[in-house]
């Protein structure tokens, strides 16, 4: 089914090389760069007991995500037609199964539970840790908790661009 043409100025193009939406392209690129901050966070937290600036930079993670996710919701329900973008993609169909549906699955069950551990990690530390920040009964759970957040943000990172590939890349 083309795209309606009332939605085409709507949509526009990305900015890579791909039939990405702006919103799309905007995203994948970001998550680069999320990827590069957790990962630069949990150094400064690990090796160098940096607590205040880990806090920091998880929080503002954590609100530019928020805004992040709801304005792509936004865009992916309401204004972009990306199931238009993804057809001529060889591995999309919107009648039934394809490989692009299988890893939007994946990724969206990667993405959902991370978003609400993320959520509880940060509430919990915030009502668990000292301020300024410092080692506490809290600790060990957190630890725990946070690294399994980080490798859930690790695999959201990564099944989306391997679905961005899938439905925007590929011809």
């Given at each position: 089914?083309?795209?309606?043409?009332?939605?085409?100025?709507?949509?526009?193009?990305?900015?890579?090389?791909?039939?990405?939406?702006?919103?799309?392209?905007?995203?994948?690129?970001?998550?680069?760069?999320?990827?590069?901050?957790?990962?630069?966070?949990?150094?400064?937290?690990?090796?160098?007991?940096?607590?205040?600036?880990?806090?920091?930079?998880?929080?503002?993670?954590?609100?530019?995500?928020?805004?992040?996710?709801?304005?792509?919701?936004?865009?992916?329900?309401?204004i972009t037609d990306w199931r238009s973008l993804a057809e001529p993609s060889p591995y999309f169909s919107r009648e039934g199964w394809s490989l692009a549906w299988g890893a939007l699955l994946i990724h969206l069950a990667c993405a959902l539970p991370t978003t609400l551990l993320w959520i509880a990690v940060i509430v919990a530390a915030l009502r668990h840790f000292p301020s300024p920040p410092s080692p506490s009964p809290h600790s060990l759970t957190h630890r725990r908790w946070g690294k399994i957040a980080a490798i859930g943000m690790y695999a959201t990172a990564v099944t989306g661009w391997i679905f961005y590939y899938l439905a925007f890349v590929a011809s």
């Open positions: 089914m083309p795209m309606d043409p009332s939605r085409v100025a709507l949509v526009g193009s990305g900015f890579l090389p791909a039939r990405g939406s702006w919103m799309l392209d905007l995203v994948v690129l970001a998550m680069v760069l999320v990827v590069v901050v957790l990962s630069w966070s949990l150094y400064l937290v690990r090796y160098q007991q940096n607590y205040q600036l880990h806090k920091r930079i998880q929080l503002t993670l954590g609100i530019v995500l928020l805004i992040a996710v709801t304005a792509f919701e936004i865009d992916m329900r309401f």
